[in-house]
């Protein structure tokens, strides 16, 4: 954790294992805050630890409790990614290096959801921001994945470009939040794509948000 006004140094170390009575120091990646709760966030760490925390935990300029409320299952190795839905108050996707990208309750530490493209580590996940059910992936090998939860829960139903081609990795990929048809993808040598993607992709289909929550439902049980 980080003091506002000291973010040279964090203020309070956190071990993620309950097996030792000790402090350590754990790396965080990246962040994320939960929809509809902005007094709780999602950290990825560099041990490949998932971590819910809570903004409440402490009080005044330092930290008198740990921040960390709960744990889910860890990646193994680093963490680069974690996207909160902005459909669903308690679901949200990690992915890391260890090529898989999972979607997770946060009422669950197993997720709910394991998806593994085969396409080298998993850089960045971006969620539609007109399709409950749509999110894409920028994988190490060059491509960005489309998922549609409606269509496959397994695979996704898109690859840009289409493999066969040695690319440079995929660093980062974002959806126009007021243009959903469109999706940017940014490379390791520093180029960006924009890429319009079909209109089936962008349109909300019937009953989609219902089918976020059977998922939610289904895999929970």
């Not at 760490?45 to 921040?67: F, I, Q």
């Not at 969620?127 to 749509?134: F, G, L």
């Not at 289909?205 to 976020?212: G, K, T, Y």
Request: hydrophobic residues 35%; charged residues 15%; contains cysteine.
């Amino acid at each position: 954790n980080f003091s506002m006004f000291i973010l040279c140094e964090p203020c309070y170390l956190h071990s993620d294992s309950h097996r030792y009575h000790c402090v350590l120091l754990l790396t965080g990646t990246c962040l994320a805050f939960p929809y509809q709760d902005k007094s709780t966030f999602i950290v990825g760490c560099e041990t490949g630890s998932l971590l819910k925390c809570s903004l409440r935990a402490g009080a005044g300029e330092t930290w008198t409790n740990s921040p960390v409320i709960f744990s889910f299952q860890s990646h193994h190795g680093p963490v680069y990614d974690v996207q909160c839905s902005p459909y669903h108050r308690n679901l949200f996707l990690s992915c890391g290096t260890n090529s898989a990208c999972y979607l997770h309750s946060l009422l669950e530490s197993q997720p709910l959801l394991s998806l593994t493209p085969s396409c080298g580590y998993l850089f960045s996940a971006s969620w539609s921001p007109s399709r409950p059910c749509v999110f894409a992936l920028a994988s190490q090998q060059g491509h960005v994945l489309i998922y549609d939860l409606m269509e496959n829960k397994i695979n996704p139903v898109i690859e840009l470009p289409n493999k066969g081609k040695k690319l440079p990795a995929v660093f980062c990929v974002e959806f126009n939040q007021s243009r959903p048809h469109l999706l940017a993808s940014g490379y390791a040598q520093g180029k960006v794509d924009i890429w319009h993607v079909s209109s089936k992709l962008k349109t909300q289909q019937i009953h989609e948000q219902e089918m976020l929550n059977t998922i939610m439902e289904i895999f929970n049980t």
